[in-house]
């Protein structure tokens, strides 16, 4: 009997510590974000599926940007906006993407990612927060990577996206632009025998060089090809920075931080007969040398003039023969999708600079210069 009495006792515990560890299980791993968001705003399966199709014909969908890059436009309840970008990144770029609202609860999920280098397919990689609306990721492979901004369901807002990348490095030469970098990653050495790992950036003798960023000194001095050389070990990313033909050397450098003068630039080692530059590489354990420059080339500006203030209807008409539906916001080096023909209608989605992102009325995304159509009121 007491037995019995233990035995069920026992049975209760184990039911009780497996539900309670599942729930411990939900709250430590928590649900994904838009499952959370589905349970929070009691949404019915049937529009959630709606909802979660749209972020899957995101992914099959392609329109092409450059960054930096920013969208004005409208989010509408129900309207089951989708936004979907391709830009090349390379690495050492920082992504950065931002949505932009007037009411600051609208929820939107921005997830990135990148295409499997020998197939069509796209992988996530990150995701962004969906009540901050930000998203931030350092680039560690170079390829062709995939944004998308999804709104909630009941979004009824004013929205402006900003995509930027910048470099997670400091420029390494004091005042350097990135005009001052004269040979590239790749370029050919000795009539072919070589090929150049790094970048040349030119300055005049003298120039500050500096550390790219904070870390310890893992080599200083004279030797070889490189001339007047230091070594700066980026601990957090595992990779060595070289810098060489300095002129002179800022002696007893241990421990640096970035923007700290490593030495100036000079000519010394094999690059005596050019003129003055650094020669700036990256050595990464276990792979050896990449290419430099996304890690410090200096991104470009989103000026306030590139938001457009401006009101525009939800429809769109074609106004004018022959007009050109293009897969970037620009009409050199953009692919033609189609040829619209007058009075076809389009769905505006939001404007960038003088370009209109539209559907048509197949539900293709694409861009249409401003000038080659009219409002539907
Ligand atoms: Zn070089």
Not at 150 to 167: D, G, H, L, V
Not at 276 to 292: C, N, R
Not at 333 to 358: A, D, P
Request: charged share 25%; hydrophobic share 35%.
């Amino acid at each position: 009997m007491a037995n019995r009495v233990l035995q069920s006792l026992f049975l209760c515990f184990l039911l009780y510590s497996c539900s309670q560890l599942e729930k411990a299980e939900e709250f430590i791993a928590g649900l994904p974000p838009e499952e959370q968001y589905k349970k929070d705003e009691n949404i019915s399966d049937e529009i959630f599926e709606i909802w979660q199709n749209r972020k899957q014909k995101g992914l099959d969908e392609s329109l092409q940007i450059e960054l930096p890059y920013l969208e004005s436009g409208t989010f509408k309840p129900r309207n089951f906006g989708i936004y979907s970008y391709e830009t090349y990144m390379m690495p050492g770029e920082i992504l950065e993407a931002e949505v932009i609202t007037d009411s600051s609860s609208t929820l939107v999920f921005t997830d990135i990612y990148k295409k499997e280098p020998s197939s069509e397919s796209f992988y996530k990689v990150h995701s962004g927060d969906a009540v901050q609306k930000v998203l931030k990721f350092e680039i560690k492979e170079k390829g062709l990577y995939k944004l998308i901004f999804q709104p909630e369901i009941e979004a009824n807002t004013p929205f402006q996206i900003k995509i930027q990348r910048s470099p997670a490095y400091t420029f390494p030469v004091a005042e350097g632009e990135n005009s001052d970098i004269g040979s590239y990653w790749g370029d050919i050495r000795d009539g072919g025998k070589r090929e150049h790992k790094g970048i040349d950036i030119f300055a005049t003798r003298g120039t500050p060089v500096l550390a790219a960023v904070e870390g310890r000194i893992r080599f200083s001095g004279e030797k070889g090809l490189g001339g007047k050389q230091v070594w700066l070990w980026d601990r957090r990313r595992k990779q060595s920075l070289y810098y060489a033909h300095l002129d002179s050397i800022v002696p007893d450098i241990k421990k640096v931080k970035a923007g700290d003068t490593l030495g100036f630039v000079g000519n010394t080692g094999n690059a005596e007969f050019t003129p003055s530059h650094l020669h700036f590489g990256i050595y990464k354990k276990g792979q050896g040398a990449v290419d430099p420059l996304g890690y410090v080339h200096l991104p470009g500006h989103i000026g306030d003039e590139n938001i457009s203030k401006e009101e525009f209807s939800e429809r769109l008409t074609i106004a004018t023969h022959k007009a050109g539906l293009r897969k970037k916001p620009s009409s050199s080096n953009s692919k033609l999708i189609k040829t619209g023909v007058i009075g076809e209608i389009l769905y505006v989605q939001g404007k960038s600079t003088e370009w209109f992102h539209v559907r048509d009325s197949q539900d293709r995304p694409m861009f249409i210069h401003e000038s080659q159509v009219k409002s539907v009121n």
